[in-house]
């Protein structure tokens, strides 16, 4: 392991870090990028430079006000100032130590003047380590290099104090498993089991997206596997029914986090449940109805698969948006195997088949002679029927249906 990748950060933080240390102060680069310099990843060049210091803020802002093209103070009272120069954005926190007090959803925040101090409060050793700028070495207190090769996830201190101070690094713990292939041991997940009823402290807009965090990595199941194994599933999705079959049901599905999603609350109730559950727990209004449009689309190909191409052409339509996610759940839940080349084919022949109506509003206002209301409404509902009994038709053939519908 080495941090020869940090190169281009050192020398692009230089200038910076020679006005920290000219006004008596050091500062440290932290966070994930420190993270994989050691696993030898490739620098984005995108990143943000993530910073810790024993300055205090007030100090951090003189310091920045003539360096930076804009500054920002919106976390001071954590310690935190942010600033950006060209297109990079930097964010100096002072040392700090951060702790939740039983009842509160914010942290109690405490400036220290070593880093070693400020290290021991982050979430795991393979993100407890720093690097000093603009020359310093490997400040790593905890062994993180050590655990990072070892594929080993730990925290710095004792997992109950660390999961006590933030409990959604419960949740953190789940992503960095699958997200680094590590290997957890038996104390961090007693500690998971014995704090889960910390996870009521946390705002359920940062379980939420965590756990998008966690439905976006190539291969979600590892974490998923330990929530479950520590009695965070039902906390974290809601009433998933049997983990087993959901962790079975979510290998089977591809890498779309919303199939997968549904595929983890497939045996949750009814759709509507589902979308009641999501809704307690902040989820956003399109995940919501994209898994209850999803799941309602997949159930129903299992429960009552299509029978005739009028009977497909139907579940078509009404998975509309949601189709391939809807395919992909229902063939793991069990739809017959030839469902997903049948829906093609349809698709092939019938391209028209999810897009809009052969004739609009006004085109059949104007042919009825009809003002708008319910009746423009039934004409329309009478090209779908038509469309779906007998396939597609030409404007032409619309037109005239709909004069013969009238008449009768």
Not at 119 to 131: C, E, G, P, Q, Y
Not at 176 to 196: C, G, I, K, P, S
Not at 224 to 253: I, M, N, S, T
């Amino acid at each position: 392991m080495s941090l020869d990748r940090l190169a281009p950060v050192r020398e692009e933080a230089r200038e910076l870090a020679e006005r920290f240390a000219a006004s008596g102060y050091r500062i440290y680069l932290v966070g994930g990028i420190v993270r994989d310099a050691m696993r030898n990843r490739p620098l984005d060049t995108a990143f943000d430079l993530d910073l810790t210091t024993d300055a205090q803020p007030e100090a951090v802002k003189s310091i920045l006000e003539e360096w930076a093209d804009t500054l920002w103070t919106q976390g001071e009272r954590f310690g935190t100032i942010g600033a950006r120069r060209g297109d990079r954005r930097v964010e100096i926190t002072t040392h700090r130590t951060e702790r939740y007090l039983p009842d509160s959803r914010k942290p109690e925040v405490a400036f220290a003047d070593a880093i070693e101090a400020d290290l021991s409060r982050r979430d795991f050793t393979i993100n407890a380590m720093a690097v000093e700028l603009p020359d310093g070495g490997l400040v790593d207190p905890f062994d993180g290099a050590s655990d990072l090769e070892a594929g080993r996830l730990r925290t710095p201190l004792d997992p109950e104090e660390t999961f006590s101070d933030d409990p959604l690094r419960m949740l953190r713990a789940a992503r960095f498993l699958a997200q680094f292939d590590l290997t957890v041991e038996v104390n961090l997940v007693d500690a998971m089991r014995a704090m889960a009823d910390r996870l009521s402290i946390v705002a359920s807009e940062r379980i939420r997206d965590e756990l998008d965090r966690l439905l976006a990595l190539d291969d979600p199941g590892p974490g998923f596997e330990l929530l479950f194994k520590a009695g965070l599933g039902e906390r974290v999705l809601g009433p998933v029914g049997d983990g087993h079959a959901a962790l079975a049901l979510l290998r089977k599905v591809g890498h779309d986090p919303v199939v997968r999603l549904a595929a983890l609350l497939a045996d949750a109730g009814t759709p509507a449940d589902v979308r009641s559950a999501l809704s307690e727990r902040r989820a956003t209004t399109e995940v919501s109805r994209a898994v209850f449009a999803v799941l309602k689309a997949a159930r129903r190909a299992v429960e009552q698969p299509p029978q005739s191409i009028v009977e497909l052409r139907r579940w078509v339509i009404d998975a509309d948006a949601h189709l391939h996610q809807a395919l992909m759940l229902a063939t793991a839940l069990g739809a017959r195997g030839s469902l997903t080349s049948e829906v093609a084919a349809l698709m092939q022949s019938e391209p028209d088949l999810c897009g809009p109506p052969v004739l609009d509003g006004e085109e059949i206002m104007g042919l009825l002679e009809l003002e708008p209301g319910p009746a423009v409404g039934a004409a329309v509902e009478e090209l779908r029927r038509h469309r779906l009994e007998f396939g597609p038709l030409t404007p032409v053939e619309a037109r005239a249906h709909l004069l013969k519908w009238r008449s009768s």
